[in-house]
């Protein structure tokens, strides 16, 4: 059961390339969200979804983009990465909002450095 | 908006000792708390949960933590550490919406 996968494991994006984060689950879990971790900051969410199609802002949106085209992927876009982008970013799932109790499962986790 | 409040950034203890965490968070109603634990370079694991029920809740790895409504808190316990539980450990508020508040973190060191 690989749960959530999150590739690449690292990167090093020079200012102003795109790339994208990927996140898959195979939990079929309706509930996906991305996370960036800072030191002394803990985690703060940048976007989630709650089902195939819908997704929403959390704490730290700007820079970043998503889409839920099926219930397993949940791609994190970067359009022009910014040395303040550099964080260690997570996804996690869960079968409904962790907001209402639910336990979220995470991936391992994308270092990823902005030069 | 719920916050989570973790004031201990970095706690060190002794092998076999009792360890406690701290963690307090603000919102009128009774939220849902967790607390996870992150091993170096690993992404987070549950640790234990609480709803509702009784204040004293179990989780893995000899895990305990509980609810104190009148403290605004849900520390986390455990009566003799292993070397193996150095990792940071988060706590985290659910406020029945759709989005989870996690705490800055508690980065635990065992020495021997």
């Known amino acids: 059961n690989a749960g959530v996968t999150q590739t690449p494991k690292f990167q090093v994006l020079k200012t102003g390339q795109s790339m994208t984060l990927q996140c898959a689950q195979d939990?079929?879990?309706?509930?996906m969200s991305w996370y960036r971790q800072d030191p002394g900051m803990g985690l703060r969410l940048i976007h989630y979804s709650v089902g195939a199609g819908i997704t929403d802002q959390g704490e730290v949106p700007n820079g970043y983009n998503v889409s839920r085209s099926t219930t397993e992927d949940f791609p994190l876009r970067l359009l022009s990465a910014a040395p303040s982008q550099t964080s260690v970013y997570f996804c996690a799932s869960s079968y409904s909002s962790p907001g209402r109790g639910q336990p979220q499962h995470f991936g391992d986790g994308t270092r990823l450095s902005i030069l | 908006a719920q916050s989570v409040t973790q004031p201990d950034i970095h706690i060190t203890v002794s092998e076999g000792a009792s360890l406690e965490l701290r963690c307090n968070y603000s919102?009128?109603?009774?939220?849902?708390l967790f607390w996870y634990v992150q091993s170096p370079g690993q992404g987070l694991q549950l640790l234990l949960k609480?709803?509702?029920?009784?204040?004293l809740v179990q989780g893995i790895k000899g895990f305990e933590a509980e609810f104190k409504r009148s403290q605004s808190s849900f520390n986390l316990r455990k009566p003799s550490v292993h070397w193996s539980d150095a990792a940071e450990y988060f706590c985290?508020?659910?406020?029945?919406?759709?989005?989870?508040?996690f705490g800055t973190g508690t980065r635990l060191t065992i020495i021997p």
């Open positions: 939990m079929n879990h309706e509930y």
């Open positions: 985290a508020v659910g406020e029945g919406n759709e989005k989870l508040t």
């Open positions: 919102y009128g109603a009774t939220p849902y």
């Open positions: 609480y709803f509702s029920g009784d204040t």
